[in-house]
């Protein structure tokens, strides 16, 4: 989840390119020379149900966000255009 202003608001809202969103946003923030702060979270166990991120799921998760982050801005500018 993000807290933002006006300019970053409208940065995170155009379509993503990658299936890493989580990862393409803060490169966006950071492109354009906003600040980003990451804060602390408070997290507790799950109390019920299982993660929807289990076997193959996972796999493609870890290689799409790694990927992301390996190819980073030059490919990621690409995309957008």
Do not use: C, H, W
Not at 16 to 43: H, K, N
Not at 74 to 81: E, N, Q, T, Y
Request: charged share 30%.
């Amino acid at each position: 989840m993000y807290a933002a202003n006006a300019q970053a608001a409208a940065l995170l809202a155009e379509p993503y390119v990658s299936d890493a969103p989580e990862v393409e946003g803060p490169i966006r923030l950071a492109d354009a020379r906003l600040r980003v702060e990451e804060v602390p979270v408070d997290m507790r166990e799950r109390q019920g149900g299982e993660s929807k991120l289990a076997g193959k799921k996972a796999l493609k998760v870890v290689l799409t966000v790694g990927a992301t982050i390996f190819l980073g801005r030059r490919v990621l500018r690409r995309l957008r255009r």
